[in-house]
């Protein structure tokens, strides 16, 4: 029999969209047990009631949101702060060294105080190691980590595509251009008039243009990273009359020399062995109705030779991958349970 470890783990934000996610996706996982879920307006309720998917799951219909006091918190091995952004710092500040943190939100994940500045605003928490395993060199800075910054949804799928390409050298590092689509999710729970149903439905549309939108900096720093030189960007975003999902592509001018084939090359080398990056085949084309639900980014790359640029799109669940999935898989490697535990790569279809 597989003696498992039994890790008491507390979720604030749970009444949130990725704090509903993580639930679902701890519900099933073998080592990690629930013991506390965390909100604010929402304290004192059955968390079945902001979160009726998890109905079917006794541990989460026993539970009861509660505030979310740091005291509380400390008594948990793991704690997930899925949090608005800015809330997360004064309570890690307040967890002892030897618990494991993972954030949801953008707290540490910039190490630059002067971006941080820029995009947010206000003081500057610090950073942790960014929880993108995927990245070259960051698996290691995961395994065991006691504190991890887990990335945001566009950055994910941005640097999944194009870190690889960035690392081989294949194209440059100052002319990339991302349009990218995301499901209303992505933008929480919280009511606002643009993600009024009569607003969403049936359109898509630009918003946060020009350099404005605050993944710049995040997206900047980890292909910078890979690339070992500085790298910028120009990033549009667009909502997408969908619950979930994000549909990133990016485009960047190819080096004198490249091929498509080493475009192919490059994505395969890295992503070959593993479990949740999926480089499709050829002709193949990422959607988001794939990735549904899983924690898989899928990736396809081409090379447009009428105007000299890389074409690589990434698919994945801005939910899964792209915020809770991508938490539970760096949580296995601060724990170093295996990287793959509690999470599917497979997504529902259609
Ligand atoms: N949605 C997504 O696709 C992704 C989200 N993230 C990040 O995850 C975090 C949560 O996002 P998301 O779930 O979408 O947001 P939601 O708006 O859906 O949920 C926010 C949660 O935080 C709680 N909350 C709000 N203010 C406070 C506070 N002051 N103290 C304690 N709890 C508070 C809310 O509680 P209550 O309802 O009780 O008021 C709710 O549970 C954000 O940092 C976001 O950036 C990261 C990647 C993707
Ligand atoms: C559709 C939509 O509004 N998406 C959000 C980002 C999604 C996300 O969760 O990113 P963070 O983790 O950094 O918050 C936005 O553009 O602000």
Request: charge should be negative.
């Amino acid at each position: 029999m597989v003696e498992r470890m039994g890790i008491s783990v507390a979720v604030t934000g749970a009444s949130g969209y990725a704090g509903g996610e993580l639930l679902r996706l701890l519900a099933g996982h073998p080592d990690f047990e629930v013991r506390r879920v965390t909100g604010a307006s929402s304290a004192g309720t059955p968390l079945v009631q902001s979160q009726p998917h998890l109905v079917g799951s006794p541990g989460a219909s026993a539970l009861t949101l509660e505030a979310t006091d740091p005291a509380r918190l400390a008594e948990a091995d793991l704690v997930f702060l899925a949090l608005p952004h800015g809330q997360s710092a004064a309570i890690a500040a307040e967890l002892p060294d030897s618990t494991v943190v993972v954030d949801l939100g953008a707290d540490f994940r910039l190490a630059d105080p002067d971006a941080w500045a820029s995009y947010y605003g206000g003081t500057h928490a610090g950073s942790w190691p960014y929880g993108l395993p995927e990245l070259p060199g960051q698996r290691a800075a995961l395994q065991g980590a006691r504190r991890i910054a887990a990335p945001g949804c566009y950055p994910t799928s941005v640097a999944l595509g194009l870190a690889p390409l960035l690392a081989a050298g294949l194209v440059e590092p100052d002319d990339v251009v991302v349009v990218a689509a995301s499901g209303t999710s992505g933008a929480g729970r919280a009511p606002k008039q643009n993600l009024l149903g009569s607003e969403v439905m049936g359109a898509v549309s630009a918003y946060s243009a020009g350099g404005v939108h605050r993944h710049t900096p995040e997206m900047e720093q980890s292909l910078s990273a890979a690339a070992g030189t500085r790298v910028t960007l120009g990033f549009t975003p667009l909502l997408a009359p969908m619950a979930r999902g994000i549909l990133a592509t990016t485009t960047a001018r190819l080096r004198p020399g490249a091929t498509a084939a080493q475009l192919r090359a490059a994505l395969a080398t890295a992503y070959d062995s593993e479990p949740f990056v999926h480089l499709l085949p050829e002709g193949s084309w990422p959607s988001t109705a794939s990735t549904l639900g899983s924690n898989s980014a899928h990736v396809q790359v081409a090379a447009d030779e009428h105007v000299g640029r890389a074409v690589v799109t990434v698919a994945l669940d801005n939910l899964c991958k792209g915020a809770a999935g991508q938490a539970v898989q760096c949580a296995n490697l601060a724990f170093g349970l295996p990287e793959t535990t509690g999470l599917s790569a497979l997504g529902v279809a259609p």
